[in-house]
């Protein structure tokens, strides 16, 4: 029996019918939250929120899961959501989620207007015309009891949030039915002038053939498909191998897409392994050869020389230790391959 059966035996919404609603509580916790709430849980929508969370210390990580599991975040803006950390912090996850195409979101302005909200507008469905109240419906909407509530179905308030609800509901429609396993399973980053022809054609085939969906570039790499198209297909991956090699640090396409990995990697997103190739660790840390490649005033090299450091300093693979690349294949193979039976076992 699959899981999406075994959750409606037990009356849970398959994980991807997950929404996530992120709100000031001081603003709108007993009055239109929980008409909101409400609303979506009689419509079979599975809701999870901070509520129960304990407050006074900083987000925690079972929070931000919550957020990582969901398909669909509502945020509801209001007066004082800017004043909260929490509700902020809450924001910077959904939105790098957003930014790896792995949540989307319904935005809500609740008595405050679209222009005093100064989000950058993400790639995904933001629309920040939706879902509004008129200007006469807000202070109602504040002042309504549960039980006006209840009593006003055809009101204005009502139609409000029937639309919220009609809106998450095509949403979620869109999403499919049941988590599959991305697109690519193992993603490599890798200069290409350095080893295409040799080591990574080796280890990839290496990978396939023992049934490892690999995402590879397949053209030199300042001349293949859009470096944004290639930092989305590192989103979908659950493994990352990085191929550090003497011009490494020469390609500001292999440096951009490894300030990506870190960031999935520090998300939880992404497990990477490091492969030193002809280098050692320490070459992949020095300062000067970076600074040497591009100079100081390259704005670029703070985030560079961290996602460098970050990934340096895990263990991994150096091809000096091995009698033959055949070894250190090998040893690559069936790391990866107990990393990725890891993961299909949680």
């Not at 204005?156 to 999403?175: R, Y």
Request: glycine residues 4%; aromatic residues 8%.
């Amino acid at each position: 029996m699959d899981q999406e059966k075994i959750l409606a035996m037990k009356g849970i919404a398959p994980p991807q019918h997950q929404v996530f609603v992120s709100f000031r509580g001081s603003d709108v916790r007993h009055n239109f939250f929980s008409f909101l709430k409400d609303a979506l849980i009689k419509n079979g929508i599975n809701v999870v929120t901070d509520e129960e969370a304990p407050r006074g210390k900083p987000i925690d990580e079972n929070l931000l899961k919550l957020i990582r599991n969901s398909r669909i975040a509502v945020v509801i803006f209001s007066e004082n959501y800017p004043e909260s950390t929490w509700c902020l912090d809450e924001l910077v996850e959904i939105e790098k989620q957003m930014d790896i195409k792995i949540l989307d979101s319904c935005p809500i302005f609740f008595e405050v207007e679209t222009s005093h909200v100064k989000l950058q507008a993400p790639r995904s469905n933001f629309d920040y015309n939706l879902l509004r109240l008129e200007h006469e419906e807000r202070k109602k909407a504040r002042q309504i009891s549960k039980k006006a509530w209840e009593d006003a179905e055809e009101s204005n308030q009502a139609t409000f949030v029937n639309g919220i609800v009609e809106k998450v509901k095509d949403m979620l429609d869109s999403v499919p039915s049941s988590y599959t396993v991305p697109k690519h399973q193992v993603y490599i980053s890798f200069r290409g002038q350095d080893i295409r022809k040799k080591f990574s054609s080796f280890l990839k085939a290496a990978l396939q053939k023992s049934g490892i969906n690999v995402f590879i570039d397949a053209e030199d790499v300042n001349g293949g498909g859009a470096l944004k198209s290639l930092l989305i297909d590192i989103g979908r991956s659950r493994v990352a191998l990085v191929i550090f090699t003497e011009n490494y640090m020469s390609s500001s396409w292999c440096l951009e897409e490894l300030v990506e990995i870190k960031k999935l990697k520090d998300m939880g997103m992404l497990l990477v392994i490091p492969i030193f190739y002809e280098v050692n660790p320490s070459d992949m840390v020095d300062d000067q050869q970076l600074v040497a490649k591009w100079g100081s005033t390259d704005g670029r090299i703070k985030k560079w020389k961290e996602a460098l450091v970050s990934v340096a300093n895990i263990t991994g693979f150096i091809s000096s230790k091995h009698k033959s690349e055949a070894d250190l294949v090998e040893d690559i193979l069936q790391g990866t391959k107990k990393i990725l039976f890891s993961i299909s076992s949680t």
